[in-house]
């Protein structure tokens, strides 16, 4: 019903950015709120920045200063802007949509980012 696509991710040096993008396509007009996790080697996947349709965000702590989310509407695409990363930056970056909220949501297939130190 809805897919997502990732796209954006690379090498980047520490103190570098990168901006991830999260392409929407189905039914996205019914995406109540769109998350960006990541899973770094060897450890779980956490949540790092969401966006609600309604405008809201909110971050990891471990981000927080550092990252920011935004969709582009007309696009039907949501961006994760990742300002000086850290070596511990450094995992597969996953998109997640959901249409209804406690839900398990629609997943991209993810990007690779790698921080270099």
């Known amino acids: 019903q809805v897919h997502l696509v990732e796209s954006g991710g690379g090498l980047v040096q520490a103190g570098g950015s990168l901006r991830l993008s999260c392409a929407a396509s189905?039914?996205?007009?019914?995406?109540?709120?769109t998350g960006w996790y990541r899973q770094p080697p060897g450890k779980q996947r956490e949540l790092v920045a969401a966006?609600?349709?309604?405008?809201?965000?909110n971050y990891a702590d471990s981000v927080k200063g550092r990252f920011t989310i935004s969709r582009d509407n007309a696009k039907n695409t949501v961006y994760l802007q990742m300002d000086s990363l850290k070596p511990e930056d450094t995992a597969v970056y996953y998109c997640?949509?959901?249409?209804?909220?406690?839900?398990?949501?629609?997943w991209g297939q993810g990007t690779q980012v790698t921080v270099s130190s």
């Open positions: 966006i609600t349709s309604g405008g809201g965000t």
């Open positions: 189905g039914s996205t007009f019914t995406i109540l709120v």
């Open positions: 997640n949509a959901k249409r209804v909220y406690n839900s398990n949501g629609y």
